[in-house]
């Protein structure tokens, strides 16, 4: 429909979102696994739309460790955005869309998602994928929260990026003095390593997802303490295991339906030059281009 994809991107524009684009349908139904294809949980679509908001202040990225987890994080404003794209499209074209949901698959576990919208952007041209841990970063405005709308409506799909911005310069040229780059080095779990070719592109990434879940998400923790708690012979000793400052406040960020449930270390992104220091990635220098 003429008209639609500009009408579309202006509404993620206007709401907030700094990049969208419309992924290749065909291409995500061939990489993504049996079970997590767009048409597995949307039979009837037709175009794949992502779209990705602002990730953190120049602040946020000195804080410490503990408190990136609750004043770093935008991506709820990205599901937001796409909550109201389904239901714009939706009035004004009459196509039937859906927001994807970015949560898990409840029957294949916490590291297994429904629906991949890290494919979604880097297919729709919003995102390429990064050394540290193929996190999606973009060359103006760094380090994004994505999201994404399935639906009925036919759209020109976007390319991907033709150009890769990581790494950076300056991370080549300490991947060549020390064999790793700034995410790699100062990763706390050390679950982040791959190769730099002659040219400084990306030659191999590995990404050692356990060690970094472990490490950094509390939905892994959880059980181990429980089950730690329980099979403790000496039951005052589990109980101070559950009651202790870092696991009440576990119990804390459930009780609160905090976002942080879901923390992640962030280290490897404070220390990344494009996430931090891309030409748009602060929203005033975005104003005054």
Not at 20 to 30: K, N, P, S, T
Not at 96 to 109: C, I, L, N, T
Request: glycine share 8%; net charge neutral.
């Amino acid at each position: 429909m003429e008209g639609a994809k500009q009408a579309i991107f202006e509404y993620c524009r206007k709401h907030g979102a700094l990049a969208a684009g419309v992924a290749d349908l065909a291409a995500c139904e061939r990489i993504a696994p049996p079970g997590h294809r767009p048409r597995d949980l949307f039979p009837r679509v037709k175009s794949v739309i992502s779209l990705g908001v602002g990730g953190q202040t120049q602040g946020a990225w000195q804080l410490p460790a503990k408190a990136m987890a609750y004043s770093g994080s935008t991506e709820a404003r990205a599901y937001k955005i796409a909550y109201g794209l389904a239901f714009f499209i939706e009035h004004k074209f009459g196509a039937p869309s859906v927001y994807v949901p970015p949560d898990m698959d409840p029957e294949a576990g916490p590291r297994v998602p429904l629906q991949s919208l890290k494919l979604h952007a880097e297919l729709a041209g919003i995102g390429a994928r990064s050394l540290a841990g193929d996190i999606l970063l973009h060359p103006q405005f760094g380090f994004m929260y994505y999201a994404s709308v399935y639906t009925e409506l036919e759209l020109e799909p976007d390319a991907p990026m033709q150009d890769n911005p990581c790494p950076a310069p300056s991370c080549v040229n300490l991947y060549r003095q020390t064999g790793r780059t700034p995410c790699m080095k100062f990763c706390p779990a050390q679950c982040l390593s791959g190769e730099v070719d002659a040219e400084g592109r990306q030659k191999m990434m590995r990404y050692d997802m356990a060690a970094c879940a472990e490490f950094t998400q509390q939905y892994e923790a959880v059980p181990k303490i429980l089950a730690e708690a329980v099979a403790d012979e000496v039951r005052s000793a589990g109980g101070e295991r559950l009651l202790d400052p870092d696991t009440k406040m576990l119990w804390y960020k459930v009780s609160a339906g905090s976002g942080a449930w879901f923390a992640q270390c962030f280290e490897c992104m404070r220390v990344c030059p494009i996430a931090t220091r891309a030409p748009q990635a602060d929203p005033i220098l975005r104003r005054k281009a």
